[in-house]
């Protein structure tokens, strides 16, 4: 059985390319799928996985550890980038999906069986921009704790919201204050049965996030997210040891020797890798054991499309320390027809039952792709109030 060619497919999904890898063998009809979004770097990503297939074309994809390393390896620079990291998890999720078809089981039972009966989801409010705090939206918090009712409407149990703004390096009680109004108005609205996420998307310095932490300690938050920049470790493991409020992040790290060492300085309790960025099934299975030995939880960041969201649902019925999936739902409307999924996800309560389809469970539909080409990404652009560069 031989790899005979490694596709990628762009499809358009309004702020972000779905970039969907598709590794094609010689057996009729044998083929995987895996994911490689990247928001911002479409082209890049396209020509890393281009650059990368040379490698593998040829070689038998049920070799899926000797492949991974040769990704990894077989180039000088090694695949900790997040362009070729993002690269190697896509065709790494696909290989993953084909040895599934082949064995004629779904990708969790290949890592051991289940080890749950069901993943819970959690979906983002959004929020987050200084204006939205500060200038267009004077009644901020209603608003933030009308989203989290309709959250809660739609059968959610957990959500997420970005109520911290953005803020320059230092600053006054303002936002501290406008943030704290805003998880208030949210936990009133929904109760202390409902669990409820902050995500600060590591803009502030060390000193604003553990303001913020402390501020918002109170309101018995499930985990705090990316308080400040992960290239500041000591700092987030700081905030972690200031605060009861489990400290989560490591969306942006690519490779288990990142969260090797944020696993060493106790920095956090969640662990967030994403699984189309750090190395793909393969090394978020391996992050998934470190987490286990450190007994820290593992919560994968998924704001992609629906391969990714797939994936981690595999990842997540098969790992112990697993315990929620980020749920994207109304990206865009037509979501359904771009993909055929084989899991289950119950209104009440948003779970999701196993995937009894094998390999990755889903099919994607290269026809409705065709139908949503490629578009440039708007580049996202933030300043503060003084015209400096901030944190997007």
């Keep these: 059985m031989k790899i005979t060619a490694i596709e990628a497919h762009v499809c358009n999904a309004r702020m972000r390319n779905w970039i969907f890898v598709k590794v094609v063998t010689d057996q009729p009809g044998l083929w995987g799928w895996g994911e490689a979004t990247l928001e911002w770097h479409t082209k890049g990503v396209v020509g890393a996985i281009e ?4 490698l593998l074309v040829g070689e038998d994809p049920r070799r899926i550890e000797h492949l991974w390393q040769m990704m990894y390896r077989q180039h000088f620079w090694h695949g900790n980038g997040i362009v070729r990291g993002t690269a190697i998890s896509g065709i790494d999720i696909a290989l993953w999906d084909i040895l599934g078809k082949i064995h004629n089981v779904p990708c969790h039972e290949l890592w051991g ?32 704790a009308e989203l989290a009712q309709q959250a809660v409407e739609e059968g959610f149990t957990a959500f997420k919201s970005m109520a911290v703004p953005e803020t320059m390096s230092l600053e006054g009680l303002k936002p501290i204050k406008s943030a704290e109004s805003c998880v208030r108005a949210m936990r009133e609205a929904v109760g202390d049965d409902i669990d409820i996420m902050v995500d600060c998307h590591a803009r502030p310095t060390p000193r604003m996030g553990l ?58 309790s969640v662990l967030q890798p994403d699984i189309t960025h750090c190395g793909g099934l393969s090394e978020a ?12 939880s593992m919560a994968p960041h998924n704001p992609q499309g629906p391969v990714s969201t797939a994936a981690s649902l595999e990842l997540g019925f098969a790992t112990p320390s697993y315990i929620i999936c980020e749920s994207v739902h109304n990206d865009v ?12 996800v119950k209104k009440e309560g948003r779970i999701v039952l196993p995937n009894q389809r094998p390999g990755l469970g889903i099919e994607i539909n290269e026809e409705e792709i065709k139908k949503h080409p490629f578009q440039q990404e708007v580049l996202q652009r933030t300043f503060y109030k003084d015209g400096s560069v901030g944190d997007w």
């Design 211 to 268: 303001m913020f932490a402390k501020a918002l300690e109170p309101y018995g938050l499930y985990f705090f997210e990316e308080p400040c920049w992960p290239e500041t470790m000591d700092d987030i493991a700081l905030i972690q040891r200031s605060v009861t409020t489990p400290i989560a992040s490591g969306e942006r790290l690519v490779g288990v020797h990142a969260f090797r060492e944020m696993l060493e300085k106790r920095a956090v």
């Design 51 to 54: 650059d990368i297939s040379q």
């Design 113 to 144: 069986g289940r080890v749950r009966d069901y993943v819970r989801l959690y979906c983002h409010l959004g929020g987050g921009k200084m204006e939205d705090f500060y200038e267009t939206a004077p009644d901020n918090a209603k608003r933030f």
């Design 333 to 344: 409307e037509w979501r359904q027809e771009v993909v055929s999924e084989g899991f289950e």
């Design 285 to 296: 299975r391996r992050i998934g054991a470190l987490a286990e030995a450190y007994k820290v």
